[in-house]
């Protein structure tokens, strides 16, 4: 299996469980530095391999009132700072081909959104920046179909690709987690996480909003981590009870350590890293 390289570490069978991990969208400059000011030293504490994740836009909230981010520009310019104040790599997610190549030069990995992941010209587009390509099954596709993914990112030239779990469409307002996606979307040859804060979403949930189940994250992430994991994908908030988006399944920064010591012991129970 390929390993994927990102800044100084890399992820993959026999590395160490990296994490990405932030606020779900950037909701100014204050705040994505104070959430950088301590999750940093954090990670560095534990030794687990750590990328800064936050939207610029989120595109896709259930209303049209929703808080959707400071935008391309701004938001470019904040995570810039967070790289260069923290050293820390970005992931940040795209919307449009023509939003490749401006994010291709602050962020290391490209995220391609679940329910964007068949876009072709997107995924083209991000390939051909030369960055890390992180795309999330979408929650209408089973595992194996993200083969077609794979390959659409593979003829454009891409090499450097991760895939992500978030779960699967339920109906009525919900979402499952299937254990068997990770080893099933393994034998692509790629690296495979788990996003265990959107896997227990509950999408349009609260009508004008989703809503969430923050009390299974441990659970999933645990599990995840044990089905094989490579990395994590973890939003995280200094207050989430008033975040402006997803409230209901962002962390704490002071539930992190607790779970993230015990997918560090089990991923070295399982020999990797």
């Given amino acids: ?72 520009d701004e938001g470019l310019r904040i995570l810039e700072k967070v790289k260069k104040e923290f050293g820390v790599p970005i992931v940040t997610d795209i919307h449009t081909a023509e939003e490749a190549a401006l994010v291709a030069e602050v962020a290391d990995i490209l995220q391609i959104p679940a329910f964007l992941c068949r876009q072709t010209d997107l995924l083209v587009a991000a390939a051909k920046t030369g960055r890390v390509v992180e795309v999330k099954k979408g929650q209408f596709m089973a595992p194996w179909d993200m083969e077609q993914v794979v390959n659409k990112l593979k003829e454009a030239g891409s090499e450097e690709i991760l ?86 399944n962002q962390l704490s920064f002071a539930a992190l350590p607790e779970l993230l010591k015990r997918c560090q012991r089990i991923h070295a129970a399982l020999g990797e890293g």
């Fill in 1 to 72: 299996m390929k390993r994927v390289k990102v800044k100084d570490f890399y992820i993959g069978e026999g590395e160490p469980l990296a994490v990405m991990c932030g606020p779900c969208v950037i909701e100014g400059e204050e705040i994505a530095l104070r959430a950088a000011k301590e999750l940093v030293p954090l990670f560095d504490s534990l030794g687990i391999p750590f990328i800064y994740k936050s939207s610029y836009d989120k595109a896709n909230r259930s209303s049209i009132h929703s808080y959707r981010g400071p935008g391309l």
């Fill in 163 to 248: 895939l992500l779990d978030r779960g699967t469409s339920f109906g009525y307002n919900n979402l499952v987690a299937d254990l068997r996606s990770i080893p099933s979307m393994q034998k692509f040859g790629y690296p495979v996480g788990f996003d265990a804060t959107h896997s227990v979403q509950l999408p349009g949930g609260a009508g004008s909003s989703s809503s969430g189940q923050r009390e299974y994250i441990k659970t999933l992430a645990q599990a995840f981590t044990a089905a094989g994991s490579h990395f994590l994908f973890l939003e995280a908030h200094e207050d989430p009870a008033n975040a402006l988006c997803d409230r209901d």
